[in-house]
Nanobody, 125 residues
Framework: QVQLVESGGGLVQAGDSLRLSCIAS????????MGWFRQVPGQEREFVAA????????LYADSVNGRYTISRDNAKNTVYLQMDSLKPEDTAIYYC??????????????????WGQGTQVTVSS
């Protein structure tokens, strides 16, 4: 069983930056495609970014492309989400997710079998 724990969320002002981290348990992390999703209460969870097992391929939602950067350190079992130029509409709970079988990044939440508990990001105007 894979366990994912996110950290790094907080309250920031518009234009600021945050870096989220997600650490995974288990020795198979380096084989997983990893993704970040976000959700506003009352709305559906939406895709943010994903990265292939070796970091060679990434995928971003249009709404964050150019502002967010996903990366990973397989030696530390950790995936990161660097968020720059934050906007109030980026406010959400951010979740990391693991896809143990995917070869390439996917935006579909159904592809991911394991999810973290989420970390709150709030951007004030």
């Amino acid at each position: 069983q894979v366990q994912l724990v996110e950290s790094g969320g907080g309250l920031v002002q518009a234009g600021d930056s945050l870096r989220l981290s997600c650490i995974a348990s288990g020795r198979a992390f380096s084989t997983y495609t990893m993704g970040w999703f976000r959700q506003v209460p009352g709305q559906e969870r939406e895709f943010v970014a994903a990265i292939s097992w070796n970091g060679g391929s990434t995928l971003y939602a249009d709404s964050v492309n150019g502002r967010y950067t996903i990366s990973r350190d397989n030696a530390k079992n950790t995936v990161y989400l660097q968020m720059d130029s934050l906007k109030p509409e980026d406010t959400a709970i951010y979740y990391c997710a693991a896809d143990p079988t995917g070869w390439s990044p996917s935006a579909g939440s159904s592809e991911y079998d394991h999810w973290g508990q989420g970390t709150q990001v709030t951007v004030s105007s």
